[in-house]
């Protein structure tokens, strides 16, 4: 590390790279972002069309990146991806653990099968994707790094998302459990929490009255741009960040400094 120049430091070139929900809003920013950097990078999603998109970009951009069709609660199909990467690229050596979704309402209302998705999603296949890659790497004899998504609503509360809020929570709680159990392997795993950036699933709600009063309450007065999260990413993924490990990275304008 002493005497490396910045542009090496942060130098992804080698490394292989696996971003899941890859095909819009943060997650495409996140492939984009890496493969700039020198990544190889696997794209994985649900929908096929949406990461064929995000391959043909970082192509035109001179990357490389290769599309896998994966749902993150399938287990039986995580480990075919796992495979199929390694087979065309090898090892994964840094996840992006990004995939999410949400659902809206009051935390009586919430439908059991609506709990249930969001916890599946957001905060299982976080911790399956984690831990399958850990155990290629182990078997590997590999260092590597595990970055998860996690977001500024798993370290403070809003009303009508409480399920999403929980596994974002639980998100936090288990990168710090990473961090203790693979760090000495040399695995570092560290999360980033972003404010509000407009994304699928939360398109249209900044232009309502509710939306711009949120926006009033952030110390910057504005919603981030997904460039924004670059300089997170790239830390946490590279060697710049190399003592890093067990961290959560807000990225979010300041709103954990601001009221409710």
């Known amino acids: 590390m002493q005497g490396a120049t910045l542009e090496k430091l942060f130098d992804l070139t080698g490394r292989v790279a696996l971003v899941t929900g890859a095909g819009t809003g943060l997650g495409r920013g996140f492939a984009l972002t890496l493969a700039a950097a020198g ?3 696997a794209v994985a999603a649900r929908r ?7 391959v043909n970009e970082i192509g035109a951009q001179d990357g490389t990146a290769a599309a896998f069709s994966l749902d993150v ?3 039986e199909r995580l480990a075919v991806v796992f495979d199929e990467i390694e087979e065309r690229f090898g090892v994964v050596d ?15 209302d919430t439908a059991d099968a609506d709990w249930d998705a969001v916890i599946d999603v957001n905060l299982t296949a976080v911790h399956r994707v984690g831990a399958e890659a850990v155990r290629r790497l182990l078997a590997a004899g590999r260092a590597g790094s595990i970055i998860n998504i996690a977001s500024v609503l798993g370290v403070r509360v809003s009303a009508g998302l409480g399920a ?3 596994a974002k929570s639980a998100v936090v709680q288990l990168t710090k459990a990473q961090a203790l159990e693979w760090g000495p392997r040399g695995i570092r795993a560290n999360a980033i929490a972003p404010g509000y950036f407009e994304t699928d699933i939360n398109t249209g709600y900044f232009d309502t009255p509710a939306g711009q009063a949120m926006v009033e309450r952030i110390p910057l007065r504005r919603i981030g741009e997904i460039e924004e999260l670059q300089g997170a990413l790239l830390l946490l993924a590279s060697n710049a960040g190399s003592y890093i490990n067990g961290s959560i990275i807000n990225v979010d304008g300041g709103h954990l400094c601001s009221s409710l």
Request: no cysteine; proline share 0%; charged share 15%.
């Open 39 to 41: 990544a190889t990078v």
């Open 48 to 54: 096929s069309d949406r990461l064929a998109a995000t």
């Open 73 to 75: 609660t399938d287990r």
């Open 94 to 108: 840094i996840v992006v653990n990004n995939a999410g979704i949400a659902r809206s309402g009051l935390l009586t």
């Open 164 to 166: 999403y809020i929980a």
